[in-house]
């Protein structure tokens, strides 16, 4: 398996334009988790999805982030406008079930200017 | 809510040594799970090693071997034999039995290896 998927790698924007990142979880793991990573927070969820469904958004900032997964192989995080403060790393991962430990993809480098 | 919380930002060790990475965490639950994962400088996560918390016996993965001490609330990752390619964060995670929950972190520990 290629493990957890995300694209791109690599993000530079201006504040205020649109952010897109995307995610391929492992095939057959039916959660998937986003999470913002910076050196002064931290790792944090940001929301997480069982069976395409959203759990818990509780994480997500504030009403400029967005995420949708509209099928069992693909998510979006959605950033709009985006903040020069929204820098930082972003992962998706996946897990099979509740119980297991969750898989990580590369991440993506956000950096707003 | 749980906590978790790792005390050393920072560690270092000597090659060839061996070194503990502390955490510990805060929950009211009888039945969940503990991790350790890695993060490199390629920032890729990576899991280490996982504890049920209904096993007493500690788990271990080759070099790498947890202190469970479960009414202490505490689940230290021992590292023997330190290699270079250890320097990493490393990030003590819980996750509970019950529901839809997801992991919680702690804030980590830079690890360096001294050559």
């Known amino acids: 398996d290629a493990g957890v998927i995300q694209s791109p790698r690599h993000e530079v924007t201006e504040m205020g334009q649109e952010v897109t990142l995307r995610c391929k979880p492992i095939?057959?793991?039916?959660?998937l988790f986003w999470y913002r990573q910076t050196m002064m927070r931290g790792l944090e969820l940001l929301i997480y999805?069982?069976?395409?469904?959203?759990?818990?958004d509780s994480g997500m900032p504030e009403d400029r982030f967005s995420a949708k997964m509209p099928n069992a192989s693909f998510s979006t995080l959605k950033i709009q406008p985006s903040e020069p403060r929204d820098s930082a790393v972003y992962f998706c991962?996946?897990?099979?079930?509740?119980?297991?430990?969750?898989?990580f993809g590369p991440g993506t480098r956000l950096t707003v200017l | 809510a749980q906590t978790v919380t790792q005390s050393q930002p920072e560690m270092s060790v000597q090659e060839a040594e061996t070194v503990t990475l502390s955490c510990t965490y805060d929950?009211?639950?009888?039945?969940?799970?503990l991790f350790w994962y890695k993060q490199p400088p390629s920032r890729q996560m990576i899991l280490v090693i996982r504890q049920e918390a209904y096993k007493q016996q500690n788990a271990t993965e080759n070099r790498f071997s947890v202190n469970f001490q479960k009414a202490a609330k505490s689940f230290s990752l021992k590292i023997s034999d330190s290699q270079l390619g250890d320097a990493a964060m490393y990030f003590c995670?819980?996750?509970?039995?019950?529901?839809?929950?997801?992991?919680?972190f702690g804030k980590g520990t830079r690890l360096s290896v001294i050559a």
């Open positions: 999805f069982n069976n395409n469904v959203p759990i818990d």
């Open positions: 929950t009211s639950e009888s039945d969940y799970y």
């Open positions: 991962a996946s897990s099979p079930g509740p119980i297991y430990e969750q898989f």
């Open positions: 095939s057959g793991h039916d959660y």
């Open positions: 995670a819980y996750r509970s039995n019950s529901g839809n929950t997801p992991l919680v």
